[in-house]
């Protein structure tokens, strides 16, 4: 069993950054993680993804201005966002996999016009 724990959303203005952070409370090594999002009234949707081997997959909608990044030793996986917009307002969730999904409780982002 991991439990993940996000931490580092909040509000920003249009154009600003954050970082978040997904900490597990056990090994990572050999699991492949990934962030999603949900918006109000949408589906949760894939942001970005790091496997085990560190290849990664980004939504068209973030390519270029976020990154996905991962710390083993630390057992925390991480997401810089960057150039932020309106439309990147959402709970952003930590998600891992090792045969077994689990996820986070979730952060908010909210990005203002």
């Known amino acids: 069993q991991v439990q993940l724990v996000e931490s580092g959303g909040g509000l920003v203005q249009a154009g600003g950054s954050l970082r978040l952070s997904c900490a597990a409370s056990?090994?990572?090594?050999?699991?492949?993680l990934g962030w999603y999002r949900q918006a109000l009234g949408k589906q949760r949707e894939v942001v970005a993804r790091?496997?085990?081997?560190?290849?990664?997959v980004y939504a068209d909608s973030v390519k270029g201005r976020f990154t996905i990044s991962r710390d083993n030793d630390k057992r925390t996986v991480y997401l810089q966002m960057g150039s932020l917009k309106p439309e990147d307002t959402a709970v952003y969730y930590c998600?891992?996999?090792?045969?077994?999904?689990?996820w986070g409780q979730g952060t908010q982002v909210t990005v203002s016009s």
């Open positions: 056990g090994s990572i090594w050999s699991l492949d």
């Open positions: 790091i496997t085990r081997f560190g290849a990664i």
């Open positions: 998600n891992a996999n090792g045969g077994k999904l689990y």
